[in-house]
């Protein structure tokens, strides 16, 4: 199947002003390009880009006095069939998972791990190790938090997520990873595109989306706490230890979003 994904920014900075952006698919899905998604700014500026140290494709560059507008679009080929999980699984120990993956059973900015982690044994540990265990946090999340665009707030913790019983998909994700990582199941945080395809209209206006990675079977699993069913069309942008590390832009003065316009649909 044919992906089209892409988006529209336009942002108003007052003065010169130095902007860190997270705008690209990532790597893993090199091998489903048909056409790229090349960063476009207007008005024209220079741009450098590098890797962060998880592998994300981040862009700098200096935005003029005025309005910036920031746009892609991309196809890729994808499934046409609901996502599926490896059968893999089974949950190691703390003491042989690879280094790599000890980051992500740490506490982070939006992950408080040491105040979910009594509620997280309290209420999972009766459950089997690995797979089963994520998948029950996740119907957890699913139930607990009432999803709402009005309920954004970007200082949101999942903490206090988990105490307001509502948000957005970033907060469904939050939740998840500290509730896993509570319970020694190293957990990442993902953001990018989710289309719509097989799902019955209405369609809610398209957006980035969150959801993240857990470590069971040897292998990164996807899981999905806002949706909490498997999808057709995930395409990931960026992945780190929560929403700070994958913020699709940062800017280092003031600045004001005019528009915001995303794209994810079969073609």
Request: aromatic share 12%.
């Given at each position: 199947m044919k992906l089209r994904v892409g988006y529209e920014l336009v942002y108003e900075c007052v003065q010169p002003t130095p902007m860190l952006l997270m705008l690209n698919?990532?790597?893993?899905?090199?091998?489903?390009?048909?056409?790229?998604?090349?960063?476009s700014v207007d008005p024209p500026v220079p741009i450098h880009q590098y890797r962060d140290s998880f592998g994300n494709l981040?862009?700098?560059?200096?935005?003029?006095?005025?309005?910036?507008?920031?746009?892609?679009?991309?196809?890729?080929?994808?499934?046409?069939?609901?996502?599926?999980?490896?059968?893999?699984?089974?949950?190691?120990?703390?003491?042989?998972?690879p280094d790599d993956a000890?980051?992500?059973?740490?506490?982070?900015?939006?992950?408080?791990?040491?105040?979910?982690?009594?509620?997280?044994?309290?209420?999972f540990d009766h459950l089997p190790l690995g797979r089963i265990r994520v998948e029950a946090i996740c119907n957890y999340v699913h139930e607990h938090i009432k999803f709402g665009y009005g309920f954004a707030r970007p200082t949101k913790t999942a903490f206090e997520a988990w105490q307001e019983g509502q948000g957005v998909c970033r907060d469904f994700a939050h939740l998840a990873v500290a509730l896993?990582?509570?319970?020694?199941?190293?957990?990442?945080?993902?953001?990018?595109?989710?289309?719509?395809?097989?799902?019955?209209?209405?369609?809610?206006?398209?957006?980035?989306?969150?959801?993240?990675?857990a470590y069971v079977g040897g292998c990164w699993q996807t899981f999905d706490p806002r949706n909490n069913a498997p999808r057709t069309g995930r395409v990931l942008m960026a992945r780190g230890r929560d929403a700070a590390d994958v913020a699709i832009s940062n800017a280092f003065g003031p600045t004001k979003l005019l528009k915001f316009e995303v794209v994810c649909e079969a073609t």
């Open positions: 698919t990532h790597y893993s899905h090199a091998k489903e390009v048909l056409e790229p998604d090349l960063l981040c862009s700098r560059l200096v935005a003029p006095p005025g309005r910036t507008g920031f746009s892609t679009r991309a196809v890729l080929e994808v499934p046409s069939m609901p996502e599926e999980r490896p059968p893999f699984v089974l949950q190691h120990p703390v003491e042989d998972l000890l980051l992500y059973l740490l506490g982070s900015r939006y992950c408080e791990t040491d105040l979910l982690s009594d509620f997280a044994w309290q209420n896993c990582r509570a319970m020694n199941i190293p957990a990442r945080y993902c953001t990018g595109y989710i289309s719509d395809v097989g799902l019955p209209p209405p369609y809610a206006p398209m957006d980035f989306a969150a959801w993240f990675e």
